[in-house]
Structure formats: C-alpha cells, structure tokens
C-alpha cells in the first residue's frame, strides 16, 4: 500500500525516474494503481517509447511541386472575383438608397421605377470596378512582391495593400498618394493582424490563412 | 506545368468573375493606355497624363462589363451542369449564347437573337479548339501498334510442338 502510494504520487507528478527503474524513460510509470514494468500506459504491446514516435496531424499527402497553402496567384481570381461581387451587391443597396432618396416626392409610376432601377445598376456597377480594380492591384502587387522577395509573410501583405492605396490615389496628388498610402496601410495591417491575431496572443495553433 | 484544377462549382462562378475582370482589366489598360497616348496634345507629359487618365478611367468599366459576362456565363454552365448532371461542351456552348441574350435584353428580341447566335458561335469556336487540342496532345500518349509476325513463317503446328516439347523435357 504505501510503495502503491508513493508509486501514484510518482506518476501524478510524471517523473519516471522514482518508482523502480523499469522504464525510467516513461513519462507514466503506473495505470490504475497498478505499477507498469516494461509497459508502455498507451499499450502492453508497445516497446517504444511513444515520445519517438512523431505524429504530426497535419500531414497531408502532396503531389510533386505543390505547396501546403494555396499561393497568392491561385487565390488572386477568387480575391478579385467576390471583391467585384461584394461590390457590386454593396453598390446595389446603395443605388437603392440613393434612388428611393431622389424620388421620394413622386408617386409609385413607371418613371420612378426606372429611375430607381438606372439608379441600382449605375451605383452597383461603379462601386463593383472600384471594389475589382482594387483587389486587381493588390493581387498584382502581391504577387510581384513575392516573386520578388522569394518569400512569403504579412510583410508582402502590407506592402501591397499600401502600393495599391497609394496607385488608387494617384489621380489627387502629393496629398491624395499619402492619405491613400495610410489607408492601404491601415487595412493591410488591420487584415494581417486579424490573420496572425491568434500568434500573437500567444494560442498555440493560428488560424488557416487566405491571402 | 501543375494540373489544372478547377474550383467545384459555386465557388467556380467567382473564379470565373475573377478571371474575366483581369483579363478585361488588364487588356483594356493597354489598349485604353495607347489610346489615351494618341489622342493626349502633344509633348510627353501631357501624353502620358492623358495615357494615365484613360486607363484610369475606362479599364476598370471594361473589366466590369467582361466580369459580368464572364460571371453570368459561369453561374448558367454551373445551372446547366447541375440540370444535365454532365459536363460537355454543350454547355459551354448554350451558356455562351444565353448569356448574349441576356446581355442584350434591353435591345429587344431580334437583337437578343443576333446576340445569342454570336455568343454561341464564339463558345463553339473556342470549345472546337479545345477538343482539337486535345485530340492533338493526346496523340502522343498512344500506345504503338504491336508487331505482328507474318503467320506463314511460323513452324507448322503439330509436329513442331512436340519436338519443342520433348526438347524441354529432355533438359531438366
């Protein structure tokens, strides 16, 4: 009884080396109050030493010349693609808004419908090439800055995002360049950090990353 | 090169708007970028402001307006997949005139026709292209015919077997 309470107190505190010298390298040496000679706590039938045996979970099976995550050239058409969506859907509800606002003096006729629908289609379309030409220029410089570079991390991210709020602004001047360079910067740097938010607060595992 | 691997469909559509804003985008930034050259007063500055503003302007509405084709054309081949449960060039290719019809519904029907048949004559042309290509590249993966000996110069078939036979059994 009290070499079976040493033994557990052995194993609750996980040194091997206390109780008998029969697998001093074990992390547990007894199961159940019942001391184990020789056996592995995973297996009677387990001889080695599971710390050797690595397994990594996340092994995943790849053909030759594939990477594990999906480079910024292969995500760049659906970046592109759901921003021209997302802006399209935006500019729609808020052609809506802006239609239902001008016509609100007229009555419900034909010519306020029209009005209202040349309204969500202008508004949906502009804003959908904005949104577009915007991920446009932030896959291409993306994508440069990798090849560029040879590597990849946030650092292209917030790069690109603050090349391509600088070019978007380009049209406005000194002044215009630089708000446009924050603002790139802001985003990029708010979306790397989202992406990175578990790593820094110190979460063992970080979250699966688009680009 | 890496296998082409295409999206499953929903996502496929996105993918497509993706890959048809791009192309418009970009090939539309050339042209607009040497129209806009051209038709600046002249002296380089002026030039490449003018060059600059074009392509600022119109080739985001040119990579608008081949998204919206590109992005209809997808989401109708996904549907007819998704209705047929097969995919074959058919779809492509009644996808392709759908979506010219749609497009032009503002016109009218004769315009919507004429559209149609040009959409569909287009995906036709680059579908017939594809399958050609393929024929093409297949070729070279085809196993050679095998040799076939003339059957008059085999030994005659009984007697032969025979003595073949005993020679074996003789040598173990």
């Known amino acids: 009884m009290d070499s079976n309470s040493q033994g557990s107190g052995a194993g609750k505190g996980g040194l091997g080396g206390l109780f ?24 009677p039938y387990l001889n080695v030493d599971p710390r050797y045996l690595v397994q990594d979970t996340d092994e995943f ?18 970046t592109i693609g759901g921003s021209c969506i997302t802006g399209a859907a935006l500019g729609a509800v808020n052609g809506l808004r802006m239609g239902l606002k001008e016509t609100r003096d007229m009555a419900w006729s034909k010519p306020r419908n029209v009005q209202i629908i040349n309204m969500v289609t202008r508004q949906g379309a502009s804003w959908a090439n904005s949104l577009g030409s915007v991920a446009l220029l932030y896959s291409v410089f993306g994508v440069a800055i990798e090849k560029a570079r040879g590597a990849e991390d946030d650092i292209n991210t ?25 603002a790139g910067l802001a985003l990029s740097g708010a979306y790397a950090l989202y992406n990175n938010w578990d790593h820094i607060t110190g979460s063992s595992s970080s979250s699966s990353r688009l680009y | 090169m890496e296998e082409y691997a295409r999206e499953p469909c929903p996502w496929r559509i996105v993918d497509d708007c993706g890959g048809a804003f791009t192309m418009g985008a970009i090939g539309g930034g050339v042209f607009q970028s040497i129209k806009g050259f051209r038709n600046a007063p002249a002296g380089v ?49 009644t996808s392709g005139a759908l979506t010219g019809a749609i497009l032009a519904a503002r016109s009218g029907p ?63």
């Open chain 1, 20 to 43: 008998g010298g029969g697998a001093p390298e074990y992390s547990n040496t007894e199961l159940a109050g019942v001391p184990l000679t020789g056996m592995s706590p995973l297996s």
């Open chain 1, 61 to 78: 099976i790849l053909p030759t010349g594939a990477n594990k995550t999906r480079g910024r050239f292969e995500l760049a058409f659906f």
């Open chain 1, 158 to 182: 917030v790069a690109a995002g603050t090349l391509t709020g600088m070019l978007f602004k380009s049209g406005s001047g000194v002044k215009g360049v630089a708000r446009g360079g924050l």
């Open chain 2, 45 to 93: 500055g002026h030039r490449l402001r003018g060059s600059a503003n074009a392509v600022r302007i119109r080739a985001p509405q040119i990579g608008g307006s081949f998204a919206v084709w590109g992005g209809l054309f997808s989401t109708i081949d996904c549907g007819l997949v998704r209705l047929r449960g097969k995919e074959d060039p058919w779809n492509s290719i």
């Open chain 2, 110 to 172: 004769l315009t919507m026709m004429g559209s149609a048949m040009m959409g569909g004559i287009l995906l036709a042309l680059i579908e017939g292209f594809g399958i050609l290509l393929t024929r093409y590249t297949a070729q070279q993966f085809q196993n050679p015919v095998p040799f076939v000996e003339d059957p008059s110069q085999l030994p005659p078939k009984d007697g032969g077997q025979q003595q073949q036979q005993q020679e074996a059994k003789g040598q173990f």
